[in-house]
T-cell receptor
Framework: KQEVTQIPAALSVPEGENLVLNCSFT??????LQWFRQDPGKGLTSLLL?????REQTSGRLNASLDKSSGRSTLYIAASQPGDSATYLC??????????????FGSGTQLTVLP | SQTIHQWPATLVQPVGSPLSLECTVE??????LYWYRQAAGRGLQLLFY??????ISSEVPQNLSASRPQDRQFILSSKKLLLSDSGFYLC????????????FGQGTRLTVV
């Protein structure tokens, strides 16, 4: 059974810092890994999608890496801003015999960027 | 571009009352559709997914059911709500295929009182 763990559960940093969020998964048989952002009381916004054959993806100040063999992914946020405050979730799409390959989510890291 | 609509945004219902949450997707055809529940302090739990009209798969036994009457419409229902049904419900879609990206709606906060 695929399990996804995110550490730390919460993180507070001053504005301008670079930071790294961690995601680990137990089964390396995945199609891809997706990072999401969730604001309080809102839905999930897709940030980055990394396919299993890729090592990293970048979007603006965000960079996500994937090491499938070790079951790890990191989300790097450069020059953090108060507007980055949110919960960040990672999810892996596992190999499945079914036609709808489900996502397995971590519990998230709650990020607070202090002005 | 594709968009996903989910309503209502919030709902307060008494125990024993029925439930109907609706989700529609625009700008795509034949999507995979999903219902997730997010309980406080916990990760997202997949409840149902659908690969086509009338095709529903349930991931966990529960008091809820799902239906897909049209290609881009997904409905979550209950005949009689329980207190334990309270939570944040999210609808999502993805294209067919393995290497696809998932997109989520804005969620419905359900409180059963």
């Amino acid at each position: 059974k695929q399990e996804v763990t995110q550490i730390p559960a919460a993180l507070s940093v001053p504005e301008g810092e670079n930071l790294v969020l961690n995601c680990s998964f137990t089964d390396s048989a995945i199609y891809n890994l997706q990072w999401f952002r969730q604001d309080p009381g809102k839905g999930l916004t897709s940030l980055l999608l990394i396919q299993s054959s890729q090592r990293e993806q970048t979007s603006g100040r965000l960079n996500a890496s994937l090491d499938k063999s070790s079951g790890r992914s990191t989300l790097y946020i450069a020059a953090s801003q108060p507007g980055d405050s949110a919960t960040y979730l990672c999810a892996v799409r596992k190999f499945s015999s079914g036609s709808a390959r489900q996502l397995t989510f971590g519990s998230g890291t709650q990020l607070t960027v202090l002005p | 571009s594709q968009t996903i609509h989910q309503w209502p945004a919030t709902l307060v219902q008494p125990v024993g009352s029925p439930l109907s949450l609706e989700c529609t997707v625009e700008g795509t055809s034949n999507p995979n559709l999903y219902w997730y529940r997010q309980a406080a302090g916990r990760g997202l739990q997949l409840l149902f997914y659908s690969v086509g009209i009338g095709q529903i798969s349930s991931e966990v036994p529960q008091n809820l059911s799902a239906s897909r009457p049209q290609d881009r419409q997904f409905i979550l229902s209950s005949k009689k709500l329980l207190l334990s049904d309270s939570g944040f419900y999210l609808c999502a879609w993805s294209t067919r295929g393995a290497y696809t990206e998932a997109f989520f709606g804005q969620g419905t906060r359900l409180t059963v009182v």
